[in-house]
């Protein structure tokens, strides 16, 4: 008698069923490289939108730390006025460092930041001028325009402890004693947004 020798494969049930694991576990592992993708890109993205706004807060905090109580007159009155004032999207000072240095040397620059709406979009501007000047906010030059930042908030500390939306320096007989300065820039998945308080050397006492 011959011995017969059977040789066993797979049977085609058993050769999907192998396919649809596999290619089940392929789905997984593409899904998780794509999950890992975008989590690296966006940490990359919130990183480069930090490091902004550090560095328009770095001008910013130079300008109002060093704000100055200046009193002059301002448009067609005669009397001199404390030219300090805030709202919560908007200030105006004199300071003794200007965010941006001017062609001559200069003791004092008017400087206006606040949030406008232009063809982009919202967006900071940074005004500046040289003093003394009648009309030291409005016509001045803008000297920074970031569409990057969508979003600005000032806060000023009066003597106090209490935080205040706006500041006028003529009514509240001189400068805060701290102004916190909120910034934003929009993103995919949320507002990256960075705030520091300035105290300001020449306050109220």
């Known amino acids: ?44 993205d919130r990183a480069d939108a930090h490091q902004h706004l550090r560095g328009v807060a770095a001008v910013l905090a130079r ?51 606040g949030l406008e709406t232009i063809e982009e979009g919202p967006a900071l501007i940074v005004r500046q001028r040289v003093m003394p000047n009648r009309d030291p906010f409005t016509e001045a030059p803008v000297l920074l325009r970031d569409t990057g930042i969508n979003r600005v908030e000032f806060r000023y500390l009066n003597a106090t402890g209490t935080w205040q939306e706006t500041w006028d320096g003529e009514t509240e007989n001189g400068l805060p004693r701290a102004v916190r300065i909120t910034l934003a820039t929009p993103g995919g998945r949320g507002e990256t947004a960075l705030a520091l308080t300035l105290t300001l050397r020449a306050g109220a006492p």
Request: a positive charge; hydrophobic letters at 55%.
């Open 1 to 44: 008698m011959r011995g017969r020798h059977h040789a066993r494969g797979f049977t085609l049930l058993e050769l999907l069923i192998a396919l649809a694991i596999v290619a089940a576990l392929l789905a997984i592992a593409f899904g998780g490289l794509r999950v890992a993708l975008a989590a690296w890109t966006q940490g990359e």
């Open 63 to 113: 300008a109002v730390g060093s704000a100055y109580p200046y009193r002059a007159p301002a448009g067609q009155s005669p009397e001199p006025v404390l030219l300090f004032q805030g709202t919560e999207q908007r200030l105006q000072l004199v300071t003794q460092a200007a965010p941006f240095p001017a062609a001559i040397p200069v003791a004092f620059s008017a400087v206006a930041i």
